[in-house]
């Protein structure tokens, strides 16, 4: 990836946000109290944020994750999070 190097400000509702953390994701956003800031703080600046934080120890690879269960709600959270767009 690249580095942000400009702080984009609020997101109106217009454009959708979905957010997935696995656990034992060490990603900035992720990992710790940064994670549970994430979830909390971004709400105020993303009008339209869905977050999603698995369960199943799959890390950054949240699509290749192994629990079939876990990756199947974050599939239809992806679909439903697009399908908010289209409709």
């Not at 199943?56 to 959270?77: E, I, M, R």
Request: aromatic share 6%.
């Amino acid at each position: 990836g690249v580095p942000q190097t400009v702080k984009v400000g609020p997101v109106g509702g217009e454009l959708p946000v979905f957010f997935a953390c696995g656990e034992n994701d060490e990603s900035d956003l992720c990992s710790g109290a940064a994670g549970d800031y994430f979830e909390s703080g971004t709400r105020a600046l993303v009008a339209n944020l869905t977050y999603m934080r698995m369960t199943a120890p799959c890390g950054h690879d949240v699509l290749g994750c192994s629990d079939v269960a876990q990756v199947t709600k974050l599939v239809a959270g992806i679909v439903a999070n697009v399908m908010s767009v289209t409709d």
